[in-house]
């Protein structure tokens, strides 16, 4: 069964450092996300994205994230200058279809700023 | 507004018995849905109820949605170790991008 991978599944960094977290969405998806979980907290969205474009984005995602396709396959989060509050677990998903409603996760990326 | 809120917050049964969580949410909805996340891993979709539909089932799982109280819960029928695991709410707000999820409900099954 087709899945969403994300790698690291773990990666540590210093705080101003920039980190790039990857994902792979399912092959014939279109519409990609990010949503974070900081430990022992909700699941938040963070960036929607379809067609090369940033489609909506919550107030946590500020310039120091961006996304892109850099070609067919990944989709990647890059945060320019991490800080301490960065730290939590980073889910990408992806869909075939919106209004369909189901967005498919990967197994998350969990991030540790020092 | 916070969208989804289960409760409750933790819950502990025993192999073989029945699991019941809840789910609030306060703006309208298009479609609600149901995740299990498994201690730190990625989030797996259960199933998904439209704001059209009373109840719908799969396998041992049982949704129902009452639009008119906005809430929703998941039924687990003999539930198994196995099924422990946090379980949360979701849905869309203002369009199909953005899903808002509930704090979650810890649900440990002893065997």
């Known amino acids: 069964e087709p899945e969403v991978t994300q790698t690291p599944s773990h990666q540590v960094t210093q705080m101003g450092q920039e980190v790039i977290l990857r994902c792979v969405p399912i092959?014939?998806?279109?519409?990609f996300y990010w949503y974070r979980q900081i430990l022992g907290q909700k699941v938040e969205f963070l960036v929607s994205?379809?067609?090369?474009?940033?489609?909506?984005k919550s107030e946590i995602f500020d310039d120091q994230f961006s996304v892109e396709r850099p070609d067919g396959s990944n989709f990647t989060l890059k945060i320019r200058s991490t800080k301490l509050e960065d730290s939590a677990m980073y889910f990408c998903?992806?869909?075939?279809?919106?209004?369909?409603?189901?967005?498919?996760f990967g197994p998350g990326t969990r991030l540790t700023v020092l | 507004s916070q969208q989804g809120e289960e409760d409750p917050q933790a819950l502990s049964i025993q192999e073989g018995e029945n699991a019941t969580m809840n789910c609030s949410y306060k703006?309208?909805?298009?479609?609600l849905q149901w995740y299990r996340q498994n201690s730190g891993r990625g989030l797996v979709h259960l199933i998904l109820?439209?704001?059209?539909?009373r109840e719908k089932h799969s396998g041992r799982l049982r949704v129902t949605l009452d639009t008119s109280k906005k809430s929703s819960s998941l039924l687990i029928t003999a539930s198994r170790a196995a099924d422990t695991a946090s379980y949360f709410c979701?849905?869309?707000?203002?369009?199909?991008?953005?899903?808002?999820f509930g704090a979650g409900t810890r649900l440990a099954v002893h065997p």
């Open positions: 998903a992806s869909s075939s279809s919106p209004a369909s409603g189901e967005q498919f």
């Open positions: 092959s014939n998806h279109l519409y």
């Open positions: 994205f379809y067609n090369n474009e940033i489609s909506e």
């Open positions: 703006t309208s909805i298009n479609n």
């Open positions: 109820i439209r704001s059209n539909e």
């Open positions: 979701a849905s869309f707000s203002g369009g199909y991008n953005k899903l808002i």
